[in-house]
C-alpha cells in the first residue's frame, strides 16, 4: 500500500485553513491535520475535515458534454472546442460575457482575465464577488484607498475587544471564530450585533439583536455616543483622516440617538450605549463583518458605516484592530486580485486607464490587440440585461459559478439564462447552470491541481496536487488556454504549469510581484502586498498612511435607509438568507460529501416561537413561504434564536431554494443585491 499526506488549501470559506489530504495508492481516502499553519493551528471545521469526501464523487464531470436536442451527449475535446470557436468568433466582442470563479485558483482566474479581454475582447467580466463583498471592494477603497480586509487572522486575538457585525463568524468562518474565542480567554470583550441568535451570540458580553437592515443607524448611533462622551481618538480623527464635522453633524442628530436607533433596530437603548462604551474604551478593537453588512441595497453605505466607527475610535493600522471584511468563497479575494471583475485588470489596475490598457496589451502580444479601454457588466447587470434585451449578449462562458441557485430571484435570472444563445460551463459538477448549457468542460478540482488561492487576510497560499483528475477533466487554465488556441491564440497562451501562469500573472501585478512559488511553499506564505522579492509581505495595512491620494482616511457622513422591499400587511415578515456551518452556497461539494449530506440533509424556514404560535405552525411542518418573486414549500423550524417578525432561511438547497424568493434589487454603486432582507408571508399548506 502506497499512502501519502499532500499538503494544501480549504476549498471552502476565505479563511484559507491548511490541512493534508491522505492519498492512498493514488486516490484521495481522507484527510489529517497540518499543524504548522498559523491560520487555523492544525484545527479544520466539519466542511474542511470532510473536504476529501466529494473529490472521487461518481457524480463528477469526467468528459466533455455537447447538447444535442435537449439531451447531453459525450463529446470529444477536439469536438467540444470547435464548436465553442465556431460559435464565439462568430459574436461581436460586445456580445460576449465570461463568469470567472471564487472558486477556482490564481492561475485560472488570470487565464480567465486574458482569455476575455485578450481572445474574446470583450469587457464583461465579472464573478460572484459581486453578490458577496463587492460592497467592501467600492466601500473601502472609496475610503482607505484598497478594498481589503486591512489586518490579519491571526492578529485578531491581540484585541482587547471585537465587535462583529453582520457575520455568523463561529460558523461561518469557524477557524476565525476560534481566534476571537482566543483573544477573550487573554481578556478580550465581545460585542455581537446580528438578527440571529446564532453560536457567535454564545460568545459575546453584549448581544444585540437587531432588525435586518438597520446596520447605518446602529453604527451611527455608536459613534453619536461616543462623540457625545468625548471617547473618540482626537488625535487619530486630527492626523489621519478628513470629513470629521461633516460625519459629526449627520452622527449627533436625534436621530441617532439611542432612543431612536432603538425605534428603528430593536436593541434597547441601554444596550447601544453600553456597547458604544465598551468598545470605545477597550484600548483596541477589531471589527469583523461578513454579508450581513455586504449584501444590502445600501452595502457600501453599510462598509463605509463601518470604516467610520474604526476611524472615529482609532483603531486602524495596528495590532487587534482593523475593519476585518470576512470574504466568502476560499479565493474570492484573489479572483477580484487576479481582474476578473468588470472594470480591472490584476492588482485593481484599472481597464480605462491608457497607461494600464497598454501595459496589458503589450506584455500580452496579441497581434490584433485587446478589449476597448472600457467598463464592462457586473454579473448583476448582465443579468438584466440577458433579461431585458434578448440578443444583446450571445455568449455566455461560465467557470466555476452556479446562478441559478445563488443568483437572487431565481425565476428572474433562469429567464435571462435561457436568453442566451450558446453558453459553455466549466465546472467539476453538473450543476443546475451546467443543464442549461450548450457545452459543458469537466474541470479539475482543488485536490487535482497546484495553485494558489488568496484567503480573506490577503494571504496567498497553495494548493498541491494530490491526485490525477477523474476521467478527461483538465485543469482550468489548462482549458482556458486550449479555447484560446482553437479562437486562433496559441502564441499568447504558451504556459506549460500553474507555476508558469503565476509568474506571469505576478510580473505584471505590483502587489504580487514579489511573490514565487517557492517563497509561497513557507506554511505562514505570503499576505499581498509583496512589492519585491525581498519583502516580507503585509499583514497589517495603513499602519502609517491609507492607500487615498493624500494618505488620510475618508469619513463619509450616511443617512440610514430602510431596505428596498419593507414588511406590509400583505408580506408582514422580514425574509433574510444565509449559509450554515454544515452545507457551502449552492451545496454542489458540501451535498456530495456523504458526512455533511447526512448531518443536514435539507432545507428549513426559521420562525420565531410566537410568530408560528400566532400562525398555528409546527415545528418541522412543511408550510409555504412566498415573496412577491416565487414561492418555495419548506419545512419550518420553530425557535427562540431569530428575533420576532424576521425569518431566516439557509441558500444551499435546490428543493428549497432561497432565491426563489429573494430580491434582485440592487446597491446603486456595487450592484450586489438585498439577500439580507426583503419581505415575505407564509401559509400552511
Ligand atoms: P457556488 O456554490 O460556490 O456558488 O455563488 P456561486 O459561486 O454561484 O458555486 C461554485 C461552483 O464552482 C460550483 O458549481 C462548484 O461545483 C464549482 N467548482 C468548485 N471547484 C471548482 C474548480 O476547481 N473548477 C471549476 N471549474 N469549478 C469548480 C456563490 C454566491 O452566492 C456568493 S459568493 C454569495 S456570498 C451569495 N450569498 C448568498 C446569500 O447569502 N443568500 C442567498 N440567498 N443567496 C446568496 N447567493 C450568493
Ligand atoms: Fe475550510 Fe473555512 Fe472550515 Fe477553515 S474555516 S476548514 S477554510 S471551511
Not at 420 to 428: L, P, S
Request: glycine share 8%; net charge negative; hydrophobic share 35%.
Amino acid at each position: 500500500m502506497d499512502l501519502k499526506f499532500v499538503q494544501t488549501t480549504c476549498p471552502y470559506c476565505g479563511t484559507g485553513c491548511t490541512f493534508n489530504l491522505a492519498v492512498k495508492d493514488g486516490k484521495v481516502v481522507g484527510s489529517a491535520p497540518y499543524q504548522r499553519s498559523p491560520v487555523n493551528l492544525g484545527k479544520t471545521c466539519p466542511k474542511g475535515t470532510y473536504a476529501y469526501e466529494f473529490v472521487n464523487s461518481e457524480d463528477r464531470l469526467t468528459t466533455p458534454l455537447i447538447k444535442k436536442g435537449d439531451e447531453f451527449v459525450e463529446a470529444t475535446w477536439d469536438e467540444a472546442y470547435a464548436l465553442i470557436a465556431e460559435k464565439f468568433k462568430g459574436y461581436k466582442p460586445s456580445e460576449i460575457a465570461c463568469l470567472s470563479s471564487a472558486r477556482t485558483s490564481n492561475e485560472d482566474n488570470y487565464a480567465m482575465m486574458k482569455l476575455a479581454r485578450g481572445v474574446f475582447k470583450t469587457t464583461h467580466i465579472d464573478h460572484c464577488a459581486r453578490l458577496c463583498h463587492s460592497s467592501t471592494v467600492a466601500g473601502l477603497a472609496a475610503v482607505f484607498g484598497s478594498g481589503a480586509m486591512t489586518n490579519s487572522i491571526p492578529d485578531i486575538e491581540e484585541s482587547k475587544c471585537v465587535f462583529i457585525i453582520g457575520s455568523n463568524t463561529f460558523e461561518q468562518h469557524p477557524l476565525i471564530g476560534r481566534r476571537v474565542a482566543m483573544a477573550k480567554k487573554k481578556g478580550a470583550k465581545v460585542i455581537y450585533a446580528d438578527p440571529r441568535y446564532t453560536p457567535t451570540a454564545r460568545q459575546a458580553d453584549i448581544y444585540m439583536q437587531f432588525k435586518s437592515g438597520s446596520d447605518v443607524a446602529i453604527l451611527n448611533c455608536m459613534m453619536h455616543e461616543i462623540i457625545k462622551n468625548g471617547w473618540e481618538d482626537k488625535e487619530f480623527i486630527a492626523n489621519r483622516t478628513t470629513g470629521f464635522e461633516e460625519l459629526k453633524a449627520v452622527v449627533m442628530k436625534d436621530d441617532y440617538s439611542p432612543e431612536n436607533v432603538e425605534k428603528i433596530s430593536g436593541i434597547p437603548a441601554a444596550q447601544l450605549r453600553e456597547a458604544a462604551e465598551m468598545y470605545a474604551k477597550a484600548g483596541s478593537g477589531a471589527l469583523l463583518y461578513s454579508m450581513g453588512i455586504t449584501q444590502h441595497t445600501v452595502g457600501v453605505d453599510n462598509v463605509k458605516s463601518t470604516a467610520n466607527l474604526q476611524m472615529v475610535t482609532g483603531y486602524l493600522g495596528r495590532p487587534g484592530c482593523g475593519v476585518n471584511a470576512l470574504r466568502g468563497q476560499n479565493n474570492v479575494q484573489g479572483a477580484c486580485d487576479m481582474g476578473a471583475l468588470p472594470v480591472v485588470f490584476t492588482g485593481y489596475q484599472k481597464v480605462i486607464d491608457p497607461a494600464a490598457h497598454k501595459k496589458f496589451a503589450d506584455a500580452w502580444g496579441f497581434p490584433d490587440g485587446i478589449c476597448e479601454p472600457a467598463n464592462g457588466y457586473e454579473v448583476t447587470t448582465l443579468i438584466n440585461v440577458l433579461a431585458d434585451k434578448p440578443g444583446e449578449i450571445k455568449g455566455l462562458y461560465i467557470m466555476g459559478e452556479n446562478p441559478m441557485l445563488s443568483d437572487p430571484n431565481l425565476n428572474h435570472a433562469k429567464h435571462a439564462l435561457e436568453n442566451v444563445e450558446f453558453m459553455v460551463v466549466q465546472d467539476i459538477f453538473l450543476t443546475e447552470t451546467a443543464e442549461l448549457a450548450d457545452v459543458v468542460l469537466p474541470a479539475t478540482c482543488y485536490a487535482e491541481k497546484d495553485g494558489t488561492q488568496t484567503s480573506t487576510e490577503r494571504r496567498v497560499q497553495k494548493w498541491r496536487k494530490a491526485q490525477d483528475p477523474p476521467g478527461q477533466s483538465k485543469l482550468d487554465w489548462k482549458i482556458l488556454a486550449e479555447v484560446a488556441a482553437a479562437m486562433g491564440y496559441a502564441d499568447q497562451f504558451t504556459w506549460e504549469t500553474s507555476e508558469d501562469v503565476f509568474n506571469e500573472m505576478a510580473s505584471l501585478t505590483p502587489s504580487y510581484h514579489g511573490m514565487t512559488y517557492e517563497r509561497l511553499d513557507k506554511p505562514e506564505a505570503l499576505h499581498w502586498p509583496c512589492p519585491e522579492v525581498d519583502h516580507p509581505g503585509t499583514p497589517i495595512l495603513h499602519t502609517q498612511k491609507f492607500g487615498t491620494p493624500d494618505g488620510l482616511g475618508i469619513l463619509t457622513p450616511l443617512e440610514w435607509k430602510a431596505p428596498a422591499e419593507v414588511p406590509d400587511e400583505e408580506y408582514p415578515f422580514v425574509l433574510t438568507t444565509g449559509r450554515c456551518i454544515w452545507h457551502w452556497h449552492t451545496g454542489t461539494m458540501t451535498r456530495h460529501s456523504e458526512t455533511l449530506d447526512h448531518e443536514v440533509p435539507t432545507g428549513w424556514i426559521e420562525i420565531n416561537t410566537e410568530d408560528a404560535e400566532k400562525l398555528g405552525i409546527a415545528d418541522k411542518e412543511i408550510i409555504r413561504a412566498i415573496t412577491r418573486r416565487g414561492e418555495v414549500e419548506v419545512p419550518a423550524k420553530v425557535t427562540d434564536d431569530i428575533m420576532k417578525g424576521v425569518m431566516f432561511m439557509p441558500f444551499h438547497f435546490k428543493e428549497c431554494a432561497a432565491n426563489m424568493l429573494t430580491n434582485d434589487a440592487l446597491d446603486p454603486v456595487s450592484k450586489i443585491p438585498e439577500y439580507k432582507a426583503c419581505a415575505v408571508k407564509v401559509e400552511k399548506i
